[in-house]
């Protein structure tokens, strides 16, 4: 790679265990270095600095999906032609049909039965007085309200989380962690075949109205299963790691905890925060299809480019102070959801699944305490939790 | 100062009007519906506020 002597490269692996541990110094220094960096531990560029991956996220004219938004090509080639991996105007046609679905003015029917659930499943586990918040809080109501929506059968709801943790795991590096993964991934490629199918998918679940925007033609029936397998994948890991992240720190700091307590109005903008500073989404690659001046440095048409999202929101250029979880903050401009052309089409259901859950906490406990140390969950492109054992005091007891 | 709303991309998140609801709206479709042709001086922060929290980049400020 000869492209230009005066690139700015970087030695830090940002796949290496260490630095999936705890990025936000890897990220700090790649930031520090260039509004654009070239990595020599793989054939990519990365983007770090707020304005930066803004604005290629909201460039998709120089910086493509339409070649997959993963690192290797191997897996690209399997995404190409899904709502992902589509630039204008395909991708407008097909994120129409899951918009459609996701406007928050659908959604807000959804909210009081969300709620309800929720408030169910936080009462179950605050009568134990002791659980895991990752996989009995955080875990269950976004498995179940979204499987119920897309109108999947309830045998095999099981797949879902590791399906989807594997699916977006094989963004990442093609490494033995990877090869790990592949049972799990190649099985729940053989799952979402099965329910990409009208029969098996309740009438009128948001599964169905793909196919029925088949039947109507709206889109070519080659791209239902991969529209479907949008919904599949999208909201599961990552909302359960945004709800976990959120939890940890209501257990980590009794501070936050009484000052939300006091004012459920901050519920929202606490939400925010947390995906702020922990971003559930790492980053998404682009292709450069030009050369593209990032800031004064040139990154050479045919790069790929890792849009660093989670690096993005701890920019000390846009945010003030950005490691201090600040629940006044209200940071609705972070790009943990992403931004523009392929900005989350469901954050309208991830704000009413967290925002519901926490309120039902909050409003059901006085005190929470961590009751171990919480368990990193390894995993190249989504941040979360393994494990966040939790003490708590039912409100009305302590 | 004038802000350009793509009605089409427009996908009714909302965010524009929880952050200035002096400059934005939503219509019954939960569509954007700018409240000023021409923004009020004394808006103007708002609106480049408003615009800015917008997920899908469907709101522009005009110089």
Request: hydrophobic content about 45%.
């Given at each position: 790679m000869t492209s230009s002597v005066s690139a700015p490269v970087s030695?830090?692996?940002?796949?290496?265990?260490?630095?999936?541990?705890?990025?936000?110094?890897?990220?700090?220094?790649?930031?520090?270095?260039?509004?654009?960096?070239?990595?020599?531990?793989?054939?990519?560029?990365?983007?770090?600095r707020y304005e930066d991956v803004r604005a290629g996220l909201a460039d998709w004219q120089s910086f493509t999906s339409a070649q997959g938004v993963a690192l290797t090509d191997?897996?690209?080639?399997?995404?190409?032609?899904?709502?992902?991996?589509?630039?204008?105007?395909?991708?407008?046609?097909?994120?129409?049909?899951?918009s459609e679905k996701l406007a928050p003015r659908v959604l807000a029917r959804l909210r009081a039965d969300i709620a309800q659930r929720a408030d169910a499943l936080v009462a179950q586990v605050v009568a134990r007085g002791s659980f895991d918040a990752v996989t009995e809080l955080a875990q269950p109501l976004p498995v179940d309200v979204v499987a119920d929506l897309i109108g999947l059968p309830l045998a095999g709801r099981e797949k879902l989380l590791p399906g989807a943790d594997a699916t977006f795991a094989s963004f990442g590096p093609l490494d033995e962690r990877m090869q790990a993964r592949m049972p799990v991934f190649m099985d729940y490629l053989g799952y979402m075949q099965s329910v990409s199918d009208?029969?098996?998918?309740?009438?009128?679940?948001?599964?169905?109205a793909v196919f029925d925007a088949v039947d109507a033609g709206r889109i070519p029936a080659e791209t239902a299963g991969p529209l479907l397998t949008a919904y599949l994948v999208a909201g599961m890991d990552t909302?359960?790691?945004?709800?976990?992240a959120y939890t940890r720190h209501l257990a980590e700091d009794p501070e936050l905890f009484a000052t939300l307590k006091a004012d459920p109005s901050l519920i929202a903008s606490g939400f925010e925060e947390a995906l702020r500073i922990e971003s559930p989404v790492l980053g998404f690659f682009r292709n450069t299809t030009r050369d593209v001046d990032v800031?004064?440095?040139?990154?050479?048409a045919g790069s790929r480019v890792l849009l660093s999202n989670a690096?993005?929101?701890?920019?000390?250029?846009?945010?003030?102070?950005?490691?201090?979880?600040?629940?006044?903050?209200?940071?609705?401009?972070?790009?943990?959801?992403?931004?523009?052309?392929?900005g989350c089409a469901g954050q309208g259901l991830a704000r009413i699944e967290a925002q519901s859950l926490i309120g039902s906490l909050l409003r059901r406990v006085d005190r929470i305490e961590l009751a171990g140390d919480p368990g990193r969950h390894e995993h190249p492109v989504v941040r979360g939790l393994e494990s966040l054992p939790l003490t708590v005091v039912p409100a009305g007891q302590g | 100062m004038q802000v350009h709303a793509d009605?089409?991309?427009?996908?009714?998140?909302?965010?524009?009007?929880?952050?200035?609801?002096?400059?934005?709206?939503?219509?019954?479709?939960?569509?954007?519906?700018?409240?000023?042709?021409?923004?009020?001086?004394e808006l103007e922060r708002k609106a480049e506020a408003g615009a800015r929290v917008c997920p899908v980049a469907a709101l522009r400020v005009l110089p």
């Amino acid at each position: 790679m000869t492209s230009s002597v005066s690139a700015p490269v970087s030695d830090v692996d940002l796949f290496a265990p260490d630095v999936l541990a705890d990025p936000y110094a890897a990220y700090r220094e790649l930031r520090d270095t260039a509004p654009a960096v070239r990595l020599s531990t793989y054939p990519i560029w990365v983007l770090t600095r707020y304005e930066d991956v803004r604005a290629g996220l909201a460039d998709w004219q120089s910086f493509t999906s339409a070649q997959g938004v993963a690192l290797t090509d191997e897996m690209n080639a399997p995404m190409l032609g899904g709502v992902l991996a589509t630039d204008p105007p395909e991708h407008d046609v097909l994120r129409s049909v899951l918009s459609e679905k996701l406007a928050p003015r659908v959604l807000a029917r959804l909210r009081a039965d969300i709620a309800q659930r929720a408030d169910a499943l936080v009462a179950q586990v605050v009568a134990r007085g002791s659980f895991d918040a990752v996989t009995e809080l955080a875990q269950p109501l976004p498995v179940d309200v979204v499987a119920d929506l897309i109108g999947l059968p309830l045998a095999g709801r099981e797949k879902l989380l590791p399906g989807a943790d594997a699916t977006f795991a094989s963004f990442g590096p093609l490494d033995e962690r990877m090869q790990a993964r592949m049972p799990v991934f190649m099985d729940y490629l053989g799952y979402m075949q099965s329910v990409s199918d009208p029969s098996v998918l309740a009438p009128g679940s948001w599964g169905a109205a793909v196919f029925d925007a088949v039947d109507a033609g709206r889109i070519p029936a080659e791209t239902a299963g991969p529209l479907l397998t949008a919904y599949l994948v999208a909201g599961m890991d990552t909302t359960v790691a945004a709800i976990a992240a959120y939890t940890r720190h209501l257990a980590e700091d009794p501070e936050l905890f009484a000052t939300l307590k006091a004012d459920p109005s901050l519920i929202a903008s606490g939400f925010e925060e947390a995906l702020r500073i922990e971003s559930p989404v790492l980053g998404f690659f682009r292709n450069t299809t030009r050369d593209v001046d990032v800031s004064g440095v040139v990154v050479p048409a045919g790069s790929r480019v890792l849009l660093s999202n989670a690096s993005a929101n701890r920019d000390e250029r846009h945010y003030a102070d950005p490691d201090r979880f600040d629940v006044r903050r209200n940071p609705l401009d972070h790009l943990a959801f992403g931004y523009a052309t392929h900005g989350c089409a469901g954050q309208g259901l991830a704000r009413i699944e967290a925002q519901s859950l926490i309120g039902s906490l909050l409003r059901r406990v006085d005190r929470i305490e961590l009751a171990g140390d919480p368990g990193r969950h390894e995993h190249p492109v989504v941040r979360g939790l393994e494990s966040l054992p939790l003490t708590v005091v039912p409100a009305g007891q302590g | 100062m004038q802000v350009h709303a793509d009605r089409d991309r427009c996908e009714g998140h909302g965010l524009c009007a929880d952050v200035a609801p002096e400059v934005y709206e939503l219509d019954d479709d939960a569509v954007v519906v700018l409240r000023h042709d021409q923004v009020p001086a004394e808006l103007e922060r708002k609106a480049e506020a408003g615009a800015r929290v917008c997920p899908v980049a469907a709101l522009r400020v005009l110089p």
